[in-house]
C-alpha cells in the first residue's frame, strides 16, 4: 500500500499558498508541461532535465549506504528522464549501470538526446535489458525504474514484460520515476498487466489518480512528490472535479478561534452512541468531540456508559437513553448529531436510530451502526437529511448500495449516491475520500497504517461531527475532519510508532496538529 510522505520543493519553486492540488489526467499533465515551455520560454529538453535535477537532488538527499543505480529507461520522456537521471549522477561520481532496448532504438528526441549524451561517456555502463537476466547486481545497488511513464496505453508485452517480471524477484530497493512501470495513471489498471512493483515512487508535480486506490496505490511503495515548477497559472486554470487535501486547502478551510467568544460560540455536539460491551466506542467518539474544539458536548448513551463515560470524559453531558443500548433519545435543542459508533442493532435502538434520523432537519454525521441499521431497507437511505455525512468503511459502504468490481467503480458509484441523496460521504480506507453531492472527490494524504484499529473511525466521527457543530459546511467539516483525523495519527504514530499507537493516542494527539496550525 502506498504511502505519502511530504512534497519536496528545489527551493526555487514554492508553491503559491493559495493554490491547492488538483488531481490532474495523464492528458492534462502533458497540456501543463506544454503549457510550461511557452511561459516559461524554456525547451523540453531543459523541462526534462529540471525534472531530472530534482529526482538527482532528492536521491542524494535521501538515499544512504548505496554507491550504485541500476536505471532502466524505456523509448518515451521516462526514459529520457532515465538517461538524464543516469548522467547527473555519474557526474555526482555515482557508479552508473543503464540498461535499455539496444534492439529497438525508436526513442523519442528527448529521449534520443539524453541515450546519446549517456553513449558518450565511457564511465557509463550501456547495456540491453536481455542483459538483466545474467546479471549479478551488487548488494546495495538501487534500481530506478524509468521504463513507461504516463504514456503508457497499453498491457507491457514481450521482452519488456519478462524484464519487469525479472526486476519484480531482484531484492533491491526499486524506485519508479513518475509512476511504476506497467501502471495505467488514471484508472484502473487489468489484473494481467505486469507492473513494476516499487518501493517508493518519484513523481513529478502532479498525484496520479492510481496512487490513491488499493488496486494500483499497492505498487508505488512509498510516495514523493517532486515539484519541478510546473506552471501555476495552468494548474489554476484546470478544471478539475478532484483534489487531494494539502496544507495549502486546509489552510483555508481552518478558522482559528477568535478572542471574546464563550462555549456557545463553538456549537453543541451531541454524540448517540454505545452499548453494553461497546461504551469504548462512545468515549473515544465524545473525547475526539472535545479535544477538536466542540464548545458544549453530550453524549447519549446506555446507562450501563454512565460510570465510564463520566470518569473518562467529565467535560461532556451524559444523556442517560436506555439500560444496555439505545432504547430513547432526549436530545438538547440544536445539537448537532453525530450517531452510530457502538450503537449494536438491538431492535429497540433500530427503531430510534431511524425515527431520529427519518425527523432530523439539520444535516447530521451518521456511523457505523447507524448505517447497518439503514441498510436494511434501502427505503431508508432517502431519511437521511440532506448534506449530512455519512463515513462507511467499504464493507458498510457495500451494505448501503451494492457491491463494485473495484475501488475505482466504488468511487463512481459513491459520486452517484452523494448526487443522488444530496449527501457528502466519507469513504474510508487507506486513502479516504470525501465525496460531494456536487461529484467531485477529495483524497487524504495524512494517516498511517497503524490507524487500521477498531476505535479510529470512532474518534472520526466525533471529530467531524465537533466541526459540523462550530459552523463548518458540512463539506469543509468533512474534509477538516478526516485529514486532522490523519495528521493527528501521524504525530502519534510517531511517538509511539505504527503498532503501537491507539485511537486514544491520535485523540491526544489532536492537540499537536491545532499546535501546528497556528498562523
Ligand atoms: N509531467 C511532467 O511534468 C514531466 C514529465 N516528464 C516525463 O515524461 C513522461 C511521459 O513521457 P511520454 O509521454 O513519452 O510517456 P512514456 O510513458 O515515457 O512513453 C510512452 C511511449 O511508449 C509507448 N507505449 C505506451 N504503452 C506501451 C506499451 N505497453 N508497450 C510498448 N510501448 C508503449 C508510446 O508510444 P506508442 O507505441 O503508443 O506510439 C509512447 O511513445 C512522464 O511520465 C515523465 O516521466 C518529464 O520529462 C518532464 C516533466
Ligand atoms: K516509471
Redo the contacts with the bound molecule.
Sequence with gaps: MCEIVEIYFLPKFVLNPFIFMKLLNANQ??S??KF?LEEQKIS?LQ??E???ETAVEYLISKIRNTQKFCIFC????????GFAIARLLYQKSYDVEVFTDLSNINF?D??KTNFQKVKSISGIDLNDFSEVENMRFKANSIILD?I??????????GK?ERLIQVLNTINLKKIS???PS?LLSDGFTPNDFTVLKADETLS???WKKAFFYPETGRFCGKIQILN?G?SENFIASSESTEYIIDEHLIKNIYQPREDFVNKGTFGKTVMIAGSYGKIGAAVLATKAALKSGSGLTFCAAPKCGYNVLQNSAPEAMFIESGENFIEFLDLPEDGVLGIGPGLGTEADTEKVVLNLIKNQKMPMVIDADALNILSKNKDFLKYIPTNSIITPHPKEFERLFGASKNAFERTELAKRKAKELNIFIVLKGHHTQIISPEKEVFYNITGNSGMAKGGSGDALTGIITSFLSQNYSPKNAAIFGVWLHGKAGDFAAEKYSKESILPSDLIENIAEVFKDLQP
Excluded at 74 to 81: A, F, P, R, T
Design positions: 499533465i502533458k501543463a508541461d510550461t523540453s523541462l526534462m529540471r525534472a531530472a524505456g523509448k518515451g520522456n521516462n526514459g529520457g528522464d523519442s528527448e529521449a524509468c513507461f511513464g504516463i504514456g503508457l496505453n497499453r498491457k507491457i508485452e519488456i520515476i513518475d509512476i506497467g513529478f508535480q502532479f519541478i510546473i
